[in-house]
């Protein structure tokens, strides 16, 4: 098992920054990606960008992208979704998801999510 522990949710105003963060624990060496998604209320989960484990390959949805940046500690195997310039869309239950192959979609494991509300 990985569990992946999320934090640095919270309320922010609009034009405001946070940092997520996602920290895997137990055996992370098969880790072939992390990423973040989100879930806004009465919404389906969204896709919000994805960093390659190995080689810090990065990825994000056009909602996102200039705004936002993901990172990884590896030696604390830890991913980090930096978000600047928030707007009130962004609010929503993110949710961190770790897969250990490059399959479309696959995804191996989910952490239990953090609120980010952002205020008008």
């Known amino acids: 098992q990985v569990p992946l522990v999320e934090s640095g949710g919270g309320l922010v105003q609009a034009g405001g920054s946070l940092r997520l963060s996602c920290t895997a624990s137990g055996r992370t060496f098969n880790t072939y990606l992390m990423g973040w998604f989100r879930q806004a209320p009465g919404k389906e989960r969204e896709f919000v960008a994805r960093i390659r484990w190995t080689d810090s390959n990065t990825y994000y949805a056009d909602s996102v992208k200039g705004r936002f940046t993901i990172s990884r500690d590896y030696a604390r195997n830890t991913m980090y979704l930096q978000m600047n310039s928030l707007k009130p869309e962004d609010t929503a239950v993110y949710y961190c998801?770790?897969?250990?192959?490059?399959?479309?979609?696959?995804?191996?494991?989910w952490g239990q999510g953090t609120q980010v509300t952002v205020s008008s």
């Open positions: 998801a770790a897969s250990n192959t490059a399959a479309p979609g696959n995804i191996d494991y």
